[in-house]
């Protein structure tokens, strides 16, 4: 999300114990990650100056756990009042007294897709408060208590899970809309909105449920042209999630893992997650398109490898673009701006420089090359100072112990609150990478810094991160937002940002010799730029009549936009999911034809305009003669319209070097 215009190796990451979770609360049964040999991330947290630069208020947190920032939950945790949440098929909200949920109504204007949050089943439970009191990841359980804080009962809500179940602690009475009538099978039934809801439970009577100590209720949307029925016998409490990862040939496999208290559930499976698997449920709607649900209790599904990258390939370039690379070369090494002080802009500049440095050295110019690891290794020495902001004010990181993260004391963008951690330490982590295949000593220097940028988006069973901070395993994709005080749920804008971010993480990881690290970052990476294309850059949008664009540049949990948090620009609207366009971005080369139309109606034509660099490099990747005329774009590209993260050199660089 943005909120602006635009823009060790004896020890890191480790599997530690995990979040603390409230007794008789099922916490994630995530085996921890196993770093090749790299130790503890205590002992770096230890060594950095801490200090809480802002506090977030988590009224409704329990003790003990990890504030579960930029989660698609995270909405319920943070703020005075709790916001929707999207546990797909279905709409959340906590209530005065209870929840609400529903399937959402899915509409598509001309540039919004909407399924909004629905209250078509309002269940009260006589609770004064609701806390979230689970450390899992895609399943959520919250804590219902009443107004001395007596324990009622515990509510659960997953991810694709079509169910919403309640496990009363106490004798208590429910009230539910009554328009549910009993019938076979101890089960009642409701229909609100063209949409039929089913309720387990045999003490029905009207608008009450008479709930006994230990008893569940279990809610459900019942798939349309199904019975209530054909779901009764999964009709329980998700407790608890796990993901899996392995190589799959040129792809990785992705298994994700529900434990239910009856055994066998169900999973509604989105359309990223395409496999044989047989899933024969039924169908709901949602914003990303049709969702297939599947008996069982895991989804297993492929995504094409992307092989993060810290070189160009220059083996093709002749003698004219060599010399005009050098020449442009030394332009801007003269031409240096200067490095900005928060996070993300100064994380831009940080990886500019890189990319220069990558140009010089695969050019074997050493005298350049030199010069840029000088300017390079001075900045990332001062950034990766532990103790830096013990005597500055900027270019420097604190460790919060309140929110479990790394700051960069110039926020940016709302960094203090969690915002867009992964794409500006991305950016840290790829220009620290880059530098460190051209001159390996300084890994030993930057790492009790870099390695806690590196557990602040990829940590995986510790306890002074939050697992995987911004990434989101079932959906595909990251999330941006620390606290998401939205109505519409969690967002994010620039998804390139956040394939740059993993790409930066696995590059750090093999420069540390950490192969763990590593292949858990190619495997988010994978994930990201795939879901890059399936609902950023070339959505299946048949679907949504009303639409009239190519692209969407901004999801959310509950609607889908063409629009950005910094400008109406169409070129703007496109080249954030673009940017910073690295060696891996690769990746972006999808249908040519559907390239050349995104570029269209990005640019009508017109490159020598704010992002047009890198829309020239990515029409550039639909073929040879659309590369030759990227080429002469950026030629002509004015120097006021290239981006604080490009130059001249590098957008010529990688465009010279690409081959078809």
């Given amino acids: 999300m943005r909120w602006r215009a635009l823009p060790v190796l004896a020890l890191l990451l ?18 921890p990650a196993t770093p ?3 130790a503890e991330v205590a002992p770096l947290v230890a060594g950095v100056t801490q200090r809480t630069p802002k506090k977030l208020a988590a009224p409704r947190l329990a003790d003990g756990l990890t504030p579960p920032t930029n989660r698609w939950y995270s909405g319920l945790v943070f703020g005075d009042k709790p916001q929707p949440v999207f546990p797909l098929p279905l709409s959340f909200a906590l209530t005065g007294d209870g929840f609400a949920f529903g399937v959402p109504r899915v509409t598509a204007g001309e540039s919004t897709i909407a399924g909004g949050f629905v209250a078509d ?24 208590q009443d107004a001395e804080g007596k324990l009622l009962g515990r509510t659960t809500i997953a991810q694709g899970s079509p169910f919403v179940s309640f496990t009363a602690q106490t004798d208590t009475t429910l009230t539910i809309p009554a328009g549910f009538t009993p019938g076979r099978d101890g089960l009642a039934v409701a229909t609100v909105g063209g949409v039929r809801y089913a309720v387990k439970s045999g003490g029905v009577d009207g608008g009450k449920v008479k709930v006994a100590r230990g008893q569940t209720v279990t809610f459900w949307a ?11 016998g999964r009709a329980a409490p998700v407790t608890s999630s796990s993901i899996s990862h392995q190589p799959d040939g040129d792809g990785v496999r992705t298994t994700l893992t529900y434990t239910a208290a009856g055994g066998e559930t169900a999973i509604a499976r989105l359309p990223h997650q395409a496999s044989d698997q047989t899933c024969g449920l039924g169908t709901y709607p949602s914003i990303y398109g049709e969702l297939q649900l599947c008996a069982g209790n895991s989804l297993t599904w492929s995504t094409p490898q992307v092989q993060a990258r810290a070189e160009l390939d220059f083996s093709s370039l002749n003698a004219e673009q060599r010399s005009v690379l050098a020449k442009q070369l030394d332009a801007d090494i003269a031409a240096l701006p200067a490095f900005p002080a928060d996070t993300y802009f100064g994380g831009k500049a940080l990886q500019r420089t890189a990319m220069l440095l990558l140009v010089a050295d695969g050019l074997g110019l050493k005298d350049r090359s030199d010069r840029l690891a000088g300017v390079l290794d001075e900045q990332l020495t001062k950034w990766t100072d532990p103790k830096g902001c013990a005597e500055r004010d900027a270019f ?36 620290a990478a880059v530098l460190a295949r051209h001159d390996p000593s300084v890994v030993t220097r930057y790492a009790p810094v870099m390695n806690l940028l590196a557990a602040d988006i990829g940590s995986v069973g510790g306890t002074d991160f939050p ?55 190619d495997w988010m990476l994978a994930l990201e730029a795939h879901s890059s294309s399936a609902y ?12 009239r664009h190519r692209i969407v540049a901004l999801n959310w949990g509950g609607k889908r936009d063409y629009a950005t948090w910094f400008s109406a620009e169409p070129a703007a609207k496109l080249g954030i999911l673009l940017l910073p366009i690295s060696p ?61 993260g490009m130059s001249r050199t590098y957008l010529l660089a990688w465009l010279f070097s690409r081959r078809f």
């Avoid at 004064?128 to 895609?138: K, L, N, T």
């Fill in 36 to 38: 090749a040999v790299l």
């Fill in 396 to 431: 420097c990181f604190v460790y919060d112990p309140l929110g479990k993260g790394m700051i960069g004391l110039t926020p940016s963008f709302g960094s203090d609150e969690y915002n867009d951690h992964h794409f500006h330490y991305g950016y840290f982590l790829y220009a």
């Fill in 222 to 232: 019942v798939p349309a042209g199904h019975e209530p029925s054909e779901l009764a």
């Fill in 121 to 144: 089943v309002t269940v009260g439970l006589g609770a004064a408060r609701s806390v979230v009191s689970s450390s899992d990841a895609s399943v959520v359980v919250m804590d219902n």
């Fill in 14 to 31: 480790t599997a530690c114990a995990p979040d603390a979770v409230p007794a008789g609360v099922p916490s994630s049964s995530e085996p």
């Fill in 584 to 644: 891996t971005s690769a990746y972006l080369a999808g249908d040519p034809k559907r390239i050349r139309e995104n570029v269209a109606e990005a640019t009508g034509g017109k490159f020598d305009q704010k992002f047009g660099d890198y829309i020239a490099m990515y029409a550039a990747l639909a073929g040879p003669k659309d590369r030759e005329a990227a080429v002469r774009a950026a030629e002509s590209l004015s120097d006021a319209n290239l981006d604080d």
């Fill in 536 to 547: 950023w850059l070339e959505p299946d949008l048949s679907s949504f009549a009303g639409y």
């Fill in 467 to 521: 697992d995987r901070r911004a990434f989101d395993a079932y959906a595909g994709h990251s999330w941006a937002s620390g606290t998401s005080p939205f109505a519409d749920g969690n967002n994010q804008e620039s998804v390139s940002e956040a394939v740059n971010a993993y790409a930066g993480l696995s590059l750090w990881g093999q420069a540390i010799g950490d192969a763990a690290l590593a292949a858990d970052a």
